[in-house]
């Protein structure tokens, strides 16, 4: 018989791919490179929040040690930034890790096994530092609050009054919901009574106001991608004098990685305890530097004004807010989804056919609210391209809405 052609090979290969190994075929055909190559959309959720070209280009640069001269100068910068950021003289603790990193380490720092901690709810974020106390052996005294609502701080002397609790708990910007809580009054109940207050102000500091030391917390607790408009994987912690008097007598402490006390004796050497992600402090200090120019009272008056233009816009579009309006975030804003539309028929359209991403219900609100996220780099013309997708898609899925008045309500509030 004689030898077989190159053509024949190929032909007989073909089918061998086919027969025998399609996945590899598929990922030889080129197809797999296409249809993994992520779309780009718009990002309009309470984070990650959309870089800008600064940011993502500062992170292209070159790894340099992370035991370094030239790496502690950016340490330093992004510490005396941050503090002024947080509204604080403390430290101010650099975790490479999520948000909940921190809110982790804060307990974890604190706690020891029986401790009772008064944990304010009433939202799905909120729900998390109630679960990270049983987590470590701790009681969680949940003061339950409405979702959609802001917690009433009569409610929590309550619940202070009749406990053991060594610290109160709070997300202060909920942004499962929408809503904005007082944290300033939870802060005079918790000096009052002598307790820590640890604070989630993950998706407020950098957005909102946040007076650290005014307020009287302990350890405030922000991360990197929401206001900040930085790359995710960073947290961070602001602790106080207080808060350090609590970790250091704690002999029971649970946390490794996440043991605050670590963090505190490398900021005196002016380094992390761990290896850091160098890349995405890159991007943190080009981040804390468009801040800085941007000036925070210019960045929180930019958050708010946005937020008064979105729940203004959704009004005029017959949409109903779902958090009352008197507590209401400005740097997300949930709405219902209009009766007879579907989750799919808002968010799911927005996507497919305007390329717009919106954040969607959570637990007992998912497929009942959508959220759309204000907060990070959103400026006026970024809200006037969502309201007007919005509009369209409510319009075309038969909701009753007379186009234009949503981005009249946004032009007259920005005037």
């Known amino acids: 018989m004689g030898s077989l052609t190159g053509h024949s090979c190929g032909y007989l290969y073909f089918w061998y791919l086919v027969l025998i190994h399609p996945r590899k075929l598929y990922l030889l055909s080129g197809n797999y490179a296409s249809d993994m190559k992520p779309k780009n959309y718009k990002l309009m959720i309470p984070g990650p929040v959309e870089l800008t070209s600064e940011v993502l280009n500062e992170m292209a640069r070159p790894l340099i040690g992370h035991r370094t001269p030239e790496f502690d100068e950016i340490l330093e910068y992004c510490q005396d930034t941050l503090k002024e950021i947080f509204s604080t003289k403390n430290d101010v603790l650099l975790i490479t890790g999520s948000g909940t990193a921190a809110m982790d380490a804060a307990i974890a720092s604190t706690i020891k096994e029986g401790d009772e901690y008064i944990c304010i709810t009433g939202g799905k974020f909120g729900e998390r530092m109630p679960e990270i106390v049983r987590a470590y052996g701790g009681i969680a005294k949940e003061v339950d609050v409405r979702w959609g609502s802001a917690v009433n701080p009569d409610d929590v002397e309550d619940a202070v009054s009749d406990s053991n609790a060594k610290a109160i708990t709070l997300t202060h910007n909920e942004t499962s919901t929408g809503v904005l809580h007082d944290a300033k009054a939870i802060g005079k109940i918790a000096k009052k009574n002598d307790l820590l207050f640890i604070v989630d102000a993950i998706t407020s500091v950098g957005g909102d106001y946040v007076e650290t030391d005014r307020w009287g917390i302990d350890i405030c607790i922000t991360g990197s991608q929401k206001c900040l408009a930085a790359p995710p994987g960073m947290a961070f912690a602001a602790v106080s004098e207080k808060a350090w008097d609590t970790i250091s007598d704690n002999r029971s402490k649970r946390g490794y990685y996440l043991d605050l006390q670590r963090y505190r004796t490398?900021?005196?050497?002016?380094?992390?305890?761990?290896?850091?992600?160098?890349?995405?402090?890159?991007?943190?200090?080009?981040?804390?530097?468009?801040?800085?120019?941007?000036?925070?009272?210019?960045?929180?008056?930019?958050?708010?004004?946005?937020?008064?233009?979105?729940?203004?816009?959704?009004?005029?579009?017959?949409?109903?807010?779902?958090?009352?309006?008197?507590?209401?975030s400005n740097t997300v804003t949930a709405i219902k989804i209009p009766d007879g539309l579907t989750d799919d028929d808002v968010r799911g359209k927005m996507k497919r056919e305007h390329g717009i991403l919106m954040a969607g219900g959570q637990a007992q609100l998912k497929g009942k609210i959508f959220r759309i996220g204000h907060m990070g780099n959103v400026d006026y013309t970024d809200l006037m391209a969502v309201m007007s997708s919005l509009e369209l898609t409510l319009y075309t899925s038969g909701h009753n809405i007379i186009l234009g008045k949503?981005?009249?309500?946004?032009q007259e509030t920005f005037l």
């Open 266 to 328: 490398a900021l005196k050497k002016g380094t992390t305890p761990f290896t850091p992600s160098v890349t995405l402090i890159y991007g943190l200090k080009k981040a804390l530097e468009a801040i800085r120019a941007e000036g925070i009272e210019n960045r929180i008056k930019r958050h708010r004004l946005l937020a008064q233009a979105t729940r203004g816009a959704a009004k005029e579009i017959n949409l109903e807010l779902f958090a009352d309006e008197d507590s209401a």
């Open 406 to 410: 949503g981005l009249a309500k946004i």
